[in-house]
């Protein structure tokens, strides 16, 4: 599956963005997906993942609360809404897909497909 991640751009603390991963390709809704993100000189961070159906959500630590992920399988479509953002969530954002069989949702090494990832800059 390809993956197109798009939204990000520069917001000030306490703003909004809402991130989209659009995916081709076929079987969209076979993979678990996930969403990482890189600042600078830092090792790629988990930030959220979902199930196949939607039905279950995961979190890093530094986003519940703040974030939300969800899909649209019939749009093959993959969001993550971001509140109250802080400068310390400024970092490139990318999506991911895990095929089947899935491993450890917040490994990224377990994640076969990538975006090419989105900037998101959040100003104090």
């Known amino acids: 599956v390809q993956l197109q991640a798009s939204g990000g751009g520069l917001v000030q603390a306490g703003g909004s963005l809402r991130l989209s991963c659009a995916a081709s390709?076929?079987?969209?809704?076979?993979?678990?997906m996930g969403w990482f993100r890189q600042a600078p000189g830092k090792e790629r961070e988990f930030v959220a993942s979902i199930s196949r159906s939607g039905s279950n959500t995961y979190y890093g630590d530094s986003v519940k609360g703040r974030f939300t992920i969800s899909r649209d399988n019939a749009k093959t479509t993959l969001y993550l809404q971001m509140n109250s953002l802080r400068p310390e969530d400024t970092a490139v954002y990318y999506c991911?897909?895990?095929?089947?069989?899935?491993?450890?949702?917040?490994?990224?090494?377990?994640?076969?497909?990538w975006g090419q990832g989105t900037l998101v800059t959040v100003s104090s």
């Open positions: 991911a897909a895990d095929y089947p069989p899935y491993g450890a949702r917040w490994k990224p090494n377990e994640y076969e497909s």
């Open positions: 390709g076929r079987d969209f809704n076979i993979y678990n």
